[in-house]
């Protein structure tokens, strides 16, 4: 499968971006996708993930209640959505979309930047 992921930009504090993630494969049941990042200077680190077809998402802690993992409601598009809100500096990062199978991350994309400053 390749993942494409876009929508990054510079956005100021407290403003939104939604990302996206198309994948080139039209099935994805069974797998689970994910958003991840990595800061300037940090580990990549775990942002959300869902279930494909399945209701319920997790998130990590610092992003609880602000971004929001999704698919497109339309079923023909193999799409995934991370909406972002009320960003903060510490939301700068290389965003990067992944599918997974078993607690592993097989695939990956490319990554799309995030810039959140004044």
């Known amino acids: 499968v390749q993942l494409q992921a876009s929508g990054g930009g510079l956005v100021e504090p407290g403003g939104s971006l939604r990302l996206s993630c198309a994948a080139s494969?039209?099935?994805?049941?069974?797998?689970?996708m994910a958003w991840f990042r990595r800061a300037p200077g940090k580990e990549r680190e775990f942002v959300a993930a869902?279930?494909?077809?399945?209701?319920?998402?997790?998130?990590a802690d610092s992003v609880k209640g602000r971004l929001t993992i999704s698919r497109d409601r339309d079923s023909a598009k193999n799409t995934m959505y991370l909406q972002m809100n009320d960003l903060k500096s510490d939301d700068t990062a290389v965003y990067y979309c992944?599918?997974?199978?078993?607690?592993?991350?097989?695939?990956w994309g490319q990554g799309t930047l995030v810039t959140v400053s004044s």
């Open positions: 494969e039209r099935n994805l049941d069974h797998y689970y």
């Open positions: 869902l279930q494909w077809g399945v209701a319920g998402a997790s998130y």
């Open positions: 992944a599918r997974g199978q078993g607690g592993r991350w097989h695939d």
